[in-house]
């Protein structure tokens, strides 16, 4: 069973933020001259580092998720795409496209990830924990 990240956890934090694509290269060194590169496969996953600012129950829902529900980083989950689930749908001239009830249509995007290299780092800012991490998206 995939196991769904936690709707009550808040989005990251935007000043952590960094993608890193997968390198899909194969080098080919030549004799002379510059190195040539051609594509080794075609799907490609990103390594994301981000973090969460979390108050002391969501620090508890977090903790779990990772402990218990991911065996300590070992299992996959499925991630709300924080730069795309939950905005608004736009029209071709930048407004929001609204239902009957004039609601904005949202648009709902997830991520199948694995916990990346750098497994949850705790700290403490306030009365809040951050915990920064790295997730693997797959393609």
């Not at 890193?20 to 390594?47: C, E, F, H, I, M």
Request: glycine share 6%; charged share 20%; net charge neutral.
């Amino acid at each position: 069973m995939i196991h769904t990240w936690p709707d009550t956890l808040p989005r990251p934090e935007r000043n952590t933020w960094q993608v890193q694509p997968q390198d899909a290269r194969r080098k080919r060194q030549a004799d002379t001259g510059l190195p040539g590169y051609r594509r080794r496969w075609s799907n490609v996953a990103r390594t994301i580092s981000l973090s969460v600012l979390l108050s002391r129950s969501q620090k508890a829902v977090f903790d779990q998720f990772f402990h218990l529900n991911c065996a300590e980083g070992a299992d996959l989950f499925w991630m709300p795409d924080p730069t795309t689930d939950g905005w608004a749908l736009l029209s071709t001239d930048g407004q929001p496209l609204l239902v009957a009830e004039g609601q904005p249509l949202l648009i709902s995007a997830t991520w199948l990830c694995h916990w990346g290299d750098q497994l949850p780092v705790e700290t403490i800012v306030g009365r809040e924990f951050r915990k920064t991490f790295s997730v693997v998206v797959m393609p």
